[in-house]
């Protein structure tokens, strides 16, 4: 496609329960940014990816959060044992070398 | 660590009225500087950015920013604000230089513009 596509849109999950997102950056993009927004706020970083390589995690909130991006293509987000302080937006955004980074629309994230 | 700070949170104006929205940054190094607009159910667009060159950057819709090196400022401008300009308006800061890749992000500015 065109742009940077994020599925599921919305999310539901009961606390406890364990929840994957899942990024399309732009074909041929290099970096891969996950990031969290909570309401009200800027977006917050949590993991960068050149191609495959998991390059910086600093921002993964607890050991709960993984992400990975096996092929250098496709990346998920996986954030385990849900808590509600994780309902929040998550983007993804995608960057081809030294230009601006491109966002997905996000997954809303709503921990019950 | 690197820091964004955008002064106004909650900015309502009049179509017509001129715009400027605040943000600095706290880094020594170089930078490249980016503001975004997030439209109402829309996802974050770029609106301009800095890498280098003429410090006074010109965007898209009539927006400018110009980036001044010494007080750490990428403030925001337009002439003449429509309806439309109403959305969220995020300033960004990606510090190549320093060996990271990531994007920080302010808190964002929401404005409204009154018909």
């Known amino acids: 496609g065109a742009g940077v596509s994020q599925s599921p849109r919305y999310k539901v999950a009961k606390r406890g329960q364990d929840v994957a997102l899942r990024c399309d950056p732009i074909s041929g993009h290099v970096s891969l940014f996950w990031y969290q927004q909570a309401l009200g706020q800027g977006p917050e970083f949590l993991t960068y990816f050149q191609n495959e390589a998991q390059l910086d995690k600093s921002g993964l909130p607890s050991d709960r959060f993984f992400a990975e991006r096996p092929e250098g293509s496709v990346s998920t987000l996986k954030i385990q044992r849900t808590q509600q302080e994780d309902s929040a937006v998550y983007l993804c955004?995608?960057?081809?070398?030294?230009?601006?980074?491109?966002f997905g629309q996000g997954t809303r994230l709503t921990v019950v | 660590a690197q820091s964004v700070s955008q002064h106004n949170h909650h900015v309502i104006l009049s179509e017509a009225a001129s715009l400027e929205l605040g943000c600095n940054y706290s880094?020594?190094?170089?930078?490249?500087l980016f503001w975004y607009v997030q439209y109402p159910g829309q996802h974050l667009q770029l609106l301009l950015k800095?890498?280098?060159?003429?410090?006074l950057v010109k965007g898209i819709k009539g927006f400018e920013a110009e980036f001044i090196k010494s007080k750490f400022s990428f403030n925001l401008r337009k002439p003449s604000v429509q309806w439309s300009d109403t959305a969220e308006y995020f300033c960004a800061v990606n510090a190549y230089g320093s060996g990271t890749y990531k994007y920080i992000f302010g808190t964002g500015t929401r404005l409204k513009v009154l018909a």
């Open positions: 955004a995608s960057s081809g070398g030294l230009s601006e980074a491109f």
């Open positions: 800095y890498f280098s060159g003429d410090p």
């Open positions: 880094y020594g190094g170089t930078v490249n």
